[in-house]
């Protein structure tokens, strides 16, 4: 090889001037074609699992199509040019700045981030006719229904971010709801939708007073969020915090919520769906607490299309959440739920240890005929879930569809009373250490007497 190497450079040197220069004009295009190749190579791997970072993509200020944040003027249709114009554009960062900027119903397009400054408010319209009428999913069912306060359908690669503040005027939104004359009388809108939706990254964001769910993630697939803290008034009702819809591979981390319903609430349809059905999977919620609420992370009750594969570690529950591990059906959902897990969930104070409730429904709601089959539940373990409560909590399976397979481990709690269990098979209780102030610490109930035909 160096002996050629040798005989090619004479060769050079013989040559004239003119084509020795061509040749080392031409051995350093093929030096430079070469190094591109090798960039364009590995480009893809350095850019493939994340998205550019905001610091060096192209931000649109929404002020800069005429928006106004004085907390009076409506800016839906200045926000809403901002997005399409970065989308236009090739993609980009649409920045809400300092102040409150009032608007309805805004739709993310392909490419586009989403940030709201640290003292920007996105706030909601009170007024109806600023939230449109969509096709999509609510309650598990997909319909025609009020869009969002903010959208995403069918999108990629994105990121919703903080540090300020999406308020949708929950509160004051209901009260215009109560009122309103016209028939049928439109949903209230759910605050953020995100539908459809894959890779998706939503950090770092307070979220406050939804007029009905708070961050509905439905058809999604690898969604993360991390820090986000979502409030609202304990007189708005159904303000879930998060509501996992049919989804599969969603990652909860780091996040606060305190809300009047479920503050995180697993979904997969009903059975009055007018389409199939989804199963809802592999999710992990950690590291998250869980302040007032009906229930710290709730299974149901839309369990038609299965739930499974989810755990639950690393979390605290507060006085005032009313069943941090609950689990709700009824009886003519259908479904399997199994494979679920909690793990190092620390109780403090809360109404209700463990809530299993198959025959569950709201307080203005009315059972269904029973499915064929039956929901089931099975194949649940209750690890070091310890601390304080009023009460050990209840589980109630159905006839033909009993809760089975429930296992406590290293589970230490302090109630007043203790565990009342219907309709329950193969659960072991070994795990479970709970002292109580008053009567047993676990009581198996006799089902209701079946009514005669």
């Given at each position: ?39 364009l ?39 809403q ?23 309805g ?10 940030t709201?400054n ?11 006719d ?17 869009a ?14 903080g ?7 929950g ?30 990254s ?10 009905v ?39 909860i981390?780091?996040c ?24 809802c ?20 009750s ?60 709201s ?16 194949d ?64 198996a ?9």
């Amino acid at each position: 090889m160096k002996n050629k190497i040798n005989a090619s450079l004479r060769a050079i040197a013989k040559q004239p001037l003119h084509m020795q220069i061509d040749n080392v004009i031409q051995g350093e295009k093929l030096l430079g074609y070469f190094l591109l190749a090798v960039m364009l190579l590995f480009a893809p791997i350095a850019f493939s699992k994340n998205k550019v970072s905001n610091n060096i993509r192209r931000h649109y200020l929404i002020t800069d199509n005429g928006a106004i944040g004085d907390g009076k003027t409506l800016n839906t249709i200045a926000i809403q040019k901002t997005i399409d114009q970065a989308s236009a554009d090739g993609g980009g960062v649409v920045e809400i700045p300092e102040g409150t900027f009032i608007s309805g119903s805004i739709f993310l397009k392909k490419g586009v981030d989403l940030t709201i400054n640290d003292k920007g408010i996105l706030k909601g319209s009170l007024n109806p006719d600023d939230y449109p009428q969509i096709h999509t999913s609510f309650e598990g069912v997909e319909k025609m229904y009020t869009a969002a306060f903010v959208n995403a359908q069918y999108l990629t690669d994105f990121n919703i971010t903080g540090p300020g503040t999406i308020d949708g005027s929950g509160e004051d939104l209901i009260a215009v709801y109560r009122d309103l004359k016209t028939t049928p009388r439109p949903g209230k809108p759910r605050l953020m939708c995100l539908e459809g939706c894959h890779n998706v990254s939503v950090s770092n964001l307070k979220l406050h007073n939804e007029a009905v769910w708070c961050m509905h993630l439905l058809y999604c697939k690898g969604v993360k969020v991390d820090g986000v803290t979502i409030t609202a008034e304990h007189n708005i009702p159904s303000s879930d915090g998060i509501d996992i819809d049919a989804c599969d591979g969603i990652d909860i981390n780091h996040c606060d919520i305190d809300v009047n319903d479920d503050c995180i609430s697993i979904k997969a349809g009903r059975e009055t769906n007018t389409v199939p059905n989804r199963v809802c999977q592999n999710i992990i919620i950690e590291n998250t607490r869980f302040g007032y609420g009906h229930g710290g992370v709730a299974m149901g009750s839309e369990t038609s299309g299965g739930i499974r594969n989810v755990e639950v570690r690393d979390c605290v529950a507060e006085a005032g959440n009313w069943a941090p591990v609950r689990f709700k059906s009824q009886q003519s959902r259908g479904g399997i739920v199994q494979h679920i897990v909690f793990r190092n969930f620390k109780l403090n104070g809360v109404n209700r240890a463990f809530e299993f409730n198959m025959n569950w429904t709201s307080s203005h709601g009315v059972l269904s005929p029973p499915s064929n089959p039956l929901p089931i539940v099975r194949d649940v373990q209750l690890i070091n879930v310890s601390g304080t409560a009023k009460s050990g909590g209840i589980l109630i399976g159905l006839d033909g569809s009993p809760i089975s397979n429930v296992k406590f481990v290293d589970c230490n709690i302090e109630a007043q009373t203790g565990l009342r269990t219907t309709y329950v098979n193969n659960v072991d209780y070994s795990g479970l250490n709970i002292t109580v102030k008053e009567g047993e610490k676990v009581t198996a109930v006799a089902p209701p007497a079946k009514k005669e035909q």
